[in-house]
Nanobody, 126 residues
Framework: QVQLVEFGGGSVQAGGSLRLSCAVS????????MGWIRQAPGKERERVGSIDTDGATDYADSVKGRFTISKENAENTATLYLEMNNLKPEDTAMYYCAADMTRRYFCNPLLRDNYWGQGTQVTVSS
């Protein structure tokens, strides 16, 4: 069974940085899409960005140039990272990592095919 567990959320002042990690396990085929989504109170889930099986990344315009997604793959486990710099109060949300075992490219972490973690809270104060 595929499992995703996030680490690294917390509180930071505007302009600060945080690094989120996500441990992915339980899969048998190691080439798949991964990504991050977030959800602020009272708002819909929003795509943050994704990374395909070859390591190519794609970001939402709201985080482009500030956030960086990377990954480390092993045979049966993977770790997904989200490096967040120059954080803004509007980045405050619950952040979820996502893994889509049905796709290697053209990733979209919002799609129902994804597995998601339980989330980690990021709070940015002004």
């Amino acid at each position: 069974q595929v499992q995703l567990v996030e680490f690294g959320g917390g509180s930071v002042q505007a302009g600060g940085s945080l690094r989120l990690s996500c441990a992915v396990s339980g899969y048998t085929y190691s080439r798949f899409c991964m990504g991050w989504i977030r959800q602020a109170p009272g708002k819909e889930r929003e795509r943050v960005g994704s990374i395909d099986t070859d390591g190519a990344t794609d970001y939402a315009d709201s985080v482009k140039g500030r956030f960086t997604i990377s990954k480390e793959n092993a045979e049966n486990t993977a770790t997904l990272y989200l490096e967040m710099n120059n954080l803004k109060p509007e980045d405050t949300a619950m952040y979820y990592c996502a893994a889509d075992m049905t796709r290697r490219y053209f990733c979209n972490p919002l799609l129902r095919d994804n597995y998601w973690g339980q989330g980690t809270q990021v709070t940015v104060s002004s």
